[in-house]
């Protein structure tokens, strides 16, 4: 079952390895939401972790472009990014000390999540890296 769907219309940002990027989360996110359909728990949290490290890294990949093409709203865009994080890495300590369950509602903040983020703040980005010559 599809949780998310990337669409170049509303989340491509024009830099494409970030977009390949965000594809790849999306599949990710949709992966998760299968595992817990499942009810296999030692499935979801082998999808919650890929999911995180692959969020993780491609946080990474996005702020070093910012910080080398000196991107003005870095710090602003990187507060989110550490904010997701925080939330997604105490969540993954909870599930795996078995304090916390992975749900639909879980599954739902993080669709929330992209779906604010990716077409609010990224895009943002986009004409910016592209002046600098990122496609």
Known sequence: MSL?????EQFA?????HDAEHQEIFRLVNTLGDAVGSGDRAEV???LDALIAYVAQHFAAEEANFVKYGYPAY?????E???LVATCLDLQKKFHAGEAEITGDTAGF???WLTDHIPNIDKKYG???NEKGVA
């Open 4 to 8: 998310i769907t990337w669409t170049k």
């Open 13 to 17: 940002t024009n830099v494409g390895a």
């Open 45 to 47: 949290g082998k999808q």
């Open 75 to 79: 710090e602003g865009h990187k507060a």
């Open 81 to 83: 990014h550490d904010k």
């Open 110 to 112: 993080v669709v929330g």
């Open 127 to 129: 004409p910016f890296l």
